[in-house]
């Protein structure tokens, strides 16, 4: 199926490995030109190499700290100052910064929602009115299965919640535009050096009780069958998904959800 992203410019964030980077590696098998942001400068220069090699796309490399509060404006007027105005975002960089406990303090609550919610909001920012003016433009959000049911910490699943809302309200005002925004909510998907990795070494016989009870696939999902459906979301045959936000969690989750 051709996308038709051909040559598009792509913003992915952490994209210096798990889901980022087969994110991008995705996007540069439809020859779409990326953009690679993370702190792992060593490991996205080894990315680009092997893509641009495999794939023949032009890339661009930028260092990005999105834990910093200013990280999202930092990396914003790098791209621009480098003239780099993306047609597609694809805002990855997630997680529980390691906050678990239900009742933290609410500079601990900010500090998880600035990481998942507020980057993303601060990057589309800088870059809608550009995509509004051209009349296209993609913009995915990685969310997560924790957004619809307490899997995780609450921190988490409240900042993933309001990114699924945020994708659904801001998604209807910027599609007139044929500006498409939309989310995807992975469930346990295995990544070499991840959670799921670490563990199945760890506490294998839990990693086996957790995929015979929970996932009804009996497996892990793998980065492709995530990354695979985020170039199909930035593309042009998604023009139709306004706001949509879609469930690959293979049966993990319990939630009755419309995608």
């Known amino acids: ?14 994209s210096s490995g798990g889901l980022g980077e087969a994110i991008a590696e995705s996007l540069a098998k439809e020859g779409v030109e990326v953009i690679w942001a993370a702190r792992n400068i060593t490991q996205l220069k080894a990315n680009v190499k092997r893509c641009e090699a495999a ?4 890339n661009h490399i930028i260092e990005a700290d999105l834990k910093d509060d200013s990280g999202a404006n930092v990396l914003a007027d790098a791209m621009k100052k480098k003239g780099l105005m993306p047609d597609i975002i694809v805002n ?5 910064l390691a ?11 900010k500090k998880v929602f600035n990481f998942n919610l507020f980057n993303a909001i601060e990057l589309n920012n800088h870059f809608l009115d550009n995509m509004i003016k051209k009349k296209w433009g993609r913009i995915c959000h990685v969310s997560s299965i924790a957004s619809l049911e307490n ?5 988490y699943c409240a900042s993933k919640a309001a990114l699924n809302a945020y994708v659904r309200s801001v998604g209807r005002y910027v599609s007139e535009h044929n500006v498409i925004m939309t989310g995807i909510l992975p469930g346990a998907v295995y990544t070499e050096g991840g959670y799921w990795d670490e563990t199945s070494k760890a506490r294998p016989e839990h990693v086996e009780k957790y995929l015979n009870e929970r996932m009804a696939i009996k497996r892990f999902g793998t980065r492709e069958e995530i990354s695979e459906l985020v170039a199909f979301l930035v593309s042009d045959k998604a023009s139709f998904c306004v706001g949509t936000s879609l ?3 293979g049966g993990q989750g319990r939630a009755f959800f419309e995608g």
């Not at 199926?1 to 952490?14: E, F, P, Q, R, Y």
């Not at 678990?100 to 609550?109: A, C, G, I, Q, Y």
């Not at 899997?151 to 921190?155: D, V």
């Open 151 to 155: 899997q995780g910490a609450p921190q």
């Open 247 to 249: 469930l690959v969690d």
């Open 55 to 58: 794939y023949g796309n032009k």
């Open 1 to 14: 199926m051709d996308l038709k992203i051909k040559n598009k410019l792509a913003l992915v964030t952490g």
């Open 92 to 96: 990855n960089v997630g997680g529980n």
């Open 99 to 109: 906050v678990t406990d239900p009742l933290s303090n609410v500079e601990d609550w």
